[in-house]
Structures are given as structure tokens and as C-alpha cells.
């Protein structure tokens, strides 16, 4: 047994335990004349470490006793108990024959039988797994994006600060010259392959998406997406009630054929949504899994067609950061850009079907795409006193005020 | 559309490198219920449980760039979920005392042995409630100390060899020999013990 690979639980002694010894090295070690129960054993215990080593036989019962101690110091629970030698030899036969009591050969199948009973009861349980696996899924994900976001905010803050290093003038300089040297080098291709690839892949959903609406429009009388007739008032309500959600809207295009659920899925969103759809599903369940926000619609509805200037319409952009931050009760920043792309700026999907990129969220004319024109204007009058506040049943100002969310 | 259905879990984690959307997901969904179970087993309770599954997978995210894609994922996977069990093990456990005066039961020969063929383990065509059975195995592998309970239940979760679980732990083959007799024979006894008081009442 190999000691120094025990636990690190640091045991400690009970008082009792501690007088004991106390008063055996008073005595010089030796064993007082009539020894209580507590102080005997402790007395033979400390014996242990002295016994002289005779021969290989009584070192290796020494080295086993030494070993059964100091098992028992560290965990109680696992000190006293073992198997019979020929228990051994199943186990061993067991694990070699890759844990199938089948594959033992017939002098340990029965013991064999035994241990994968045992692997049974612990390996099986009672299946109660499946209750809130979907939460538990968002919930890691979440987590994992919490560190992300977490990890880019210090990295800007860091970038904002700069930074001092312990070092002379001198050898700053130069360090600089060299990582100039290697990020002129290797930053443009690793970082513009990196960003490139993915906002390609933006773009390519953008097109796709283009089409779906495209076709969505044609056989329904040119309305654009919507759930349901009844849609409203908190458009926020994502995975519960269809007939609310402003991403139920948007998730119309994947309910019906026109659009899958990659289409829809950026792949800076850990949380995005892939694969097959629930053929009953009629929204996202997590705003979490959302990668795109979609214009606020209307109650009754939107008709593509009704529009003067469609190129000026923002129908679908990269997922809303203040939507984010009002359904996670946290202040709202309204120039910020979309988490997604490392919050470096957002795509944007017109209504005539051109897509655009966009390093900013404020459009010609202060228009903020997260934002409907009344809180634009009360935030440009300073009237804000309390930060901004969406309930979920703002509409926009009016077609050309560009308003996306969830 | 992306159709996990036919790869590995390395493939998966590959895509995931390569920023694949849906990948992540599709591995943690993949093992959600192996890992959650293993885990509630290692820690004794279901929030636990899910508190040190969601801390594996962010760790397994940080350090997806460390993962050697020659060797397999799960075995990796399992080693961090372990390591933070045994972590978090160790913050609760600190500071334990002993009594060293505690009896120790003894045979003839000075130790106490297990005899398999003596344990009564219930088959799985048994019947034996399920959630009983659970519970029953639960108190059982609470009579273990950690590292005994560890080198059990990886062994048994990933039915790994004797050489692969000590590259895993970084211990010494027969360290993981002598560790998992003692473990089998300490869950056998331990599960004697539940199973009998349970009879018993």
C-alpha cells in the first residue's frame, strides 16, 4: 500500500486518545503497571513501529499491520475488512475478463456472479435520473456561459485598465517588439480564421433564414411569422405559453417546415437548440437556447408587403443582450452588443432580405435595435431615474422602428 | 442538420472543438444520466450530485484544449468528475476524529474476512423494490471511506482494468488491486449490514 496516496483528510485524535499518549511518554513509553483499555491500546499500537525486523515474513505481516493503522487514521470506515484470498482472485479474474461473469473461468464464475450482481445494484440505480434532466442540461450550460461571459467582461476590463508588469523599461520594450513581431504573424490568421468561420456561419443562417421567410410570406397571404392570433401582452414568457412569446413568433418558421433548428442556431451559443425539433414543440424552452431575436410583432399581426422602405426594417438580428439582462434581473446596458460573437457586434437580417453586419446596435437616427423609440427617447432626454425597465409589452413605435427581442 | 445519431463521443467532442453548434449539448445530454448517477453514488445526494456534474463540464469546457483526441472521452470525463467529488468530499470531511480505542473486529487469524458466496445479493430479476434497493445501496456506500468508494465505483462505471484505473489515479497497479478488494469486500459487509437491519425491521 502506497501511504503517500491516501486521503488528505487530516485526522485527528479524541481527546481521550490524547491523554493516553500523553501519559505514555511520561512513563518513557513504557506501559504503566495496570494499563486502562484505552491506554493498552495505544501502548500496542505505538509497539507496532518498533517491533524489530526479523525475517521477509514478519516484515511483510509488520508492513500489513502498519498498513491496516494507518488505513484506520485515515478513514475508520475501511480498516478491518477483506476479502478471502480466493475472493481475490475472482475479483481479479472478474476485472481482467472485462467485468462479464461470463467470461471467468469456471473456478471463480460463481464469485464472479456475485460481483456482477454488485455491479448491477451500483451502476443501475433506480433510474430517477430523468426528472429535470432539461434543467439540469440548461443549467450547466448556463453555467458555462456565465463563465464565458465572465471571462470576456475581464478581458475587456483588463484591456481598459492595461496592465503593469514587474519588469525594466528595457526589457518591456523589447518583449513588446517580439510579441508584435509574433501577433502581426499568427494573430491575423488564427483570430481571423476564428471570427471569419463563424460570422460565415451567421451569415449563411441569415440566408437561409432570408429564404424561409421568403417562403413563409408566399403561402401565407404575406404575413410575416406569428404564432398564434391571440399573441401578447409579455412577449418575454419564452418556453411557457405560445401564444405570448415574441420567439414563439420566430419559432413559426421551424414549427412549420420552413426552417430547422440549426438555421436558427449561432455557433458562439452554447445554449442553441440543433438537431430534430419536437414535432409538438411551439417555442424554444430556454430564452437560453435562443441565438437570434426577431422583430416584435404586432398584435393582429405584420404583412411583408405593407412596408415603404423594407431595407430599413430590421427583421432578425443576433440575440438581444437587454433582453438577456431583464430576464436576468441585471442593470441594462443599452449600447451593448450581442453576447454572441464576442460581443464584437451583430448581424442583422432586413426585411428585403439583405443581411448586414453591424458593430454597433445603434442604427441612422439614434435607433437602437434593442430598444423601442419611447425608452430611446426618454434615455436621450436623461429621463431614466431608476435604469431601464421592460415589461415585456412594449410594441415599436411604428414600422420603421426597428425593435427586436427576446 | 447536425445528426449526432452515428458518432463517437470523441467525434462529438471534436466538433465541439471545432465549434460545431449543438455539440456540447449533445455530449452533456449524452451523459447526463451515467454521470449523474455515478456522481450521486460518489456524493451520497442528488443536489450534490448535480452541483459537481455542472462543475465537471465547465471544467471539461476550460480545458477542452488539453484533451489528447488519440485517447477516449469518457474515461477523462469520469477522472474530473471524480477529482471534484474528491474535492468537495474533502471540504465536508475535514477534520475528522478518530478513536483509536474504537473496537476492531477480528478473526482468529487478527482480521476480519468477506466471503462473497456468503453475501446475499439480490438479482436484478429479483423483486425488490427499486427505490428501496437504491437507498439500501446508498447507506451501504456511505460505510466506505471515500477512496475505497472512488476506486469501487470507477471500476465499476467504466469497467476499466486494473492498469487503466491506476494511469487514471496516477497510483500504483497494486495499489489499485489492494484498493479494490478492500472495497469490494467493505461494500459487501456494508451492504450485509443495511440489508439484514433491513429484514430485521
Redesign the interface.
Known sequence: ??HD??????????E??KQ?IDQLFEHGLATPASPD??QQ??SD?LSLLGTPVQDEAHRASRIDLID?MTR?????????????PK??D???AF??A??QADAVVAQHS??AK??E??????????????IG?ED??I???G??QN?IDSEQAAMQFESQRGFQLPARWADVVSIAAMLLLAFSVVMPILSGM?SS??QQLCFDNMNQTANAFGLYTGANRDMLPMATAGFGPTWLDVGTTPERSNSSNLYTLIRNGFA???DL????????????PDPDAWDWESLEQISYSYRIMPRGGMRATSINEPMRVVLLADRSPVILRVVRQQPVIPEQNTPNHSSSGQHMLMLDGSSQWSSSPVLEGRDNIWLPRPIETLIHNERVKRGIEIEGNEQPAGPTDAFVGP | MSDWHDKSDEQVFEAFRAEAPGAYRELIERYHDDLLRFLTRMMGDRAAAEDIFQDTFLQVHISAASFDSSRRFRPWLFTIAANKARDSLRKRGRRKTVELSAPIKKSESGASFVDLLEVDVPSPDENMDLAERDELVQQALAQLGPALREVLLLAYFQRLSYAQIAEDLGIPLGTVKSRMHSAVAAFARAWQSVSKGRTNE
Open positions: 500500500m502506497n496516496e491516501q486521503p488528505t483528510i487530516t485526522p485527528e485524535l479524541s481521550a486518545d493516553a483499555p484505552r491500546r495505544v499500537l491496516v484506520r487514521q485515515s478513514d475508520p470506515r475501511d480498516a478491518e475488512v477483506f476479502l478471502t475472493g481475490q475472482a475479483v481479479d476485472v481482467d472485462g467485468y460463481e464469485h456475485r460481483l450482481q454488485i455491479g448491477a445494484m451500483l451502476t443501475d440505480g433506480a433510474k430517477p435520473e430523468h434532466r439540469l442540461v443549467s450547466t450550460l453555467t458555462i463563465h476564428r468561420s463563424q430547422g433548428l440549426d442556431a449561432c455557433p458562439t451559443n452554447l445554449n442553441a437548440k440543433t438537431g430534430e
